[in-house]
């Protein structure tokens, strides 16, 4: 990890209106949850707020964000050219990004789904499952798009489209696309680790723990190979 890039990763991601979006995100789920609680006098219902809203909406759009605010301007400009003319390994350009916009990712979105569990009166066995379903899944987001982000422009269109369609649409249909769904492998890890039913049981704890290796290994490297590849004249 280089300490420079990492510090204007930070600046970068934390500055203007994508800081303020990354907020706005899990405080909507929040004021969501806070409402129909108090509409209804009861705890939300966690299948419909924390997991259909929070862990398959607002995780992985926080992710997207994070991802595409640290490396996304700077291939849309072309400043990029001028990091990559620095003697700095293309790796570690890839792993200081992710891991502030992973970092940030996580930090925002296991909050969120916290004050969201808090606000909607759900027990304790939520709040353990929004730590760790928050927690890996923003981090395994983050290395898929950090990944999208480096390989193509539309890296936002291409975060967008695995989010609701591979993950929303076809994930409905094809129970199949559970093994190649991060949504899928954190709500497994959550299950493991708080005993809360959330659907991911069809998946085994040994698959998902590797492939949460496997995909942060994958990702971050695969982002470090693509600039690695980077013309300095500019080949976007």
């Known amino acids: 990890m280089n300490p420079t890039i990492a510090r204007l990763a930070f600046r970068a991601l934390v500055g203007g209106w994508r800081g303020i979006v990354l907020i706005a995100l899990p405080v909507l789920l929040v004021l969501l949850a806070g409402l129909l609680r108090g509409l209804t006098g009861e705890p939300v219902e966690p299948d419909l707020v924390m997991v259909e809203v929070g862990l398959a909406l607002v995780v992985p759009l926080v992710a997207l964000l994070a991802a595409n605010g640290v490396l996304g301007p700077e291939i849309d400009d072309g400043s990029v050219v001028y990091l990559l003319s620095t003697p700095v390994s293309r790796y570690a350009v890839a792993a200081s990004k992710y891991l502030v916009a992973g970092g940030i990712a996580a930090l925002v979105s296991v909050v969120g789904l916290l004050a969201a569990s808090l606000a909607g009166g759900l027990d304790g066995e939520w709040l353990l499952v929004s730590l760790v379903t928050g927690g890996v899944g923003a981090l395994l987001y983050t ?36 093994y190649v769904s991060v949504r899928s492998v954190a709500e497994r890890l959550g299950e493991a680790a708080s005993g809360v039913d959330l659907g991911g049981q ?20 695969a982002a470090g190979w693509r600039l690695q590849r980077f013309q300095l004249r500019g080949d976007e």
């Open 143 to 178: 290395a898929l798009f950090t990944a999208f982000s480096a390989a193509t422009r539309h890296g936002m269109i291409a975060g967008l489209l695995y989010i609701t369609v591979l993950e929303g649409l076809l994930g409905r249909l094809l129970t199949g696309l559970r």
């Open 202 to 221: 069809d998946l085994s704890l040994t698959y998902a723990l590797i492939a949460s290796a496997v995909l942060l290994i994958v990702g971050v490297g």
